[in-house]
């Protein structure tokens, strides 16, 4: 009776651990697309697929539809915080309204993550060209991979005058390539 109690238990840890690995593993792939496209390495998340939303949701990633009628406009928040680089995020929205932008609400050291990036300061002319106001604003273009060669897509980082010094934004805007 001793050796089938000991099977049992050892098969129902087994069983238990292999749940918890596929739960871990589906959790990290989640992990890796989020981290992926908020430095344009993949695709933005689009949580408006009920069952991706309802995945999401199981992992504690809410995802809130601000603009269900119309252009894409989409809220994910995390109960526990993504790490990225030096930076904790809790919050990140996906924008489509002719230029996508996949960016996060971080908080960390934003000079800091600028250096870990890459990204080189951004110039008066580009500031004024997408519309940014006069705060400190960093970006690095990215080569997408894809053959598709009227997309040019960057990783923009910067901070809002109303938003704490701990904080800042960063994420993968995309846009048109023009043509000559």
């Known amino acids: 009776m001793r050796i089938l109690y000991k099977i049992i238990s050892c098969a129902l840890i087994t069983i238990s651990f292999t749940g918890y690995a596929t ?5 990290a792939l989640i992990e890796l697309q989020f981290k992926g496209a908020l430095l344009c390495k993949r695709a933005p998340v689009d949580g408006r697929d009920p069952k991706l939303a309802a ?5 504690r990633i ?3 539809n601000l603009n269900p ?6 809220r994910y928040l995390f109960t526990k915080p993504l790490r990225l680089l ?9 924008q489509d309204d002719g230029r996508p932008f996949f960016y996060a609400t971080a908080k960390g050291d934003m000079d800091e993550f600028v250096r870990l990036v890459e990204a080189e300061s951004i110039s008066p002319q580009l500031r004024e060209a ?5 705060t400190n604003h960093y970006f690095k273009l990215v080569t997408l991979d894809s053959n598709n060669e009227s997309l040019t897509a960057m990783i ?11 904080e800042f934004y960063f994420g ?6 023009q043509q000559d």
């Open 130 to 134: 997408f519309s940014l106001a006069r």
């Open 86 to 94: 030096n930076a904790f995020i809790s919050v990140v929205q996906y």
């Open 156 to 166: 923009l980082i910067g901070r809002k005058s109303e938003i704490k010094v701990n």
């Open 23 to 27: 739960n871990a593993n589906t959790y």
């Open 62 to 64: 809410k995802v809130r």
């Open 172 to 177: 993968c805007m995309y846009f048109k390539n």
């Open 69 to 74: 009628n119309g252009a894409i406009n989409l």
């Open 55 to 59: 995945k999401l949701d199981r992992y």
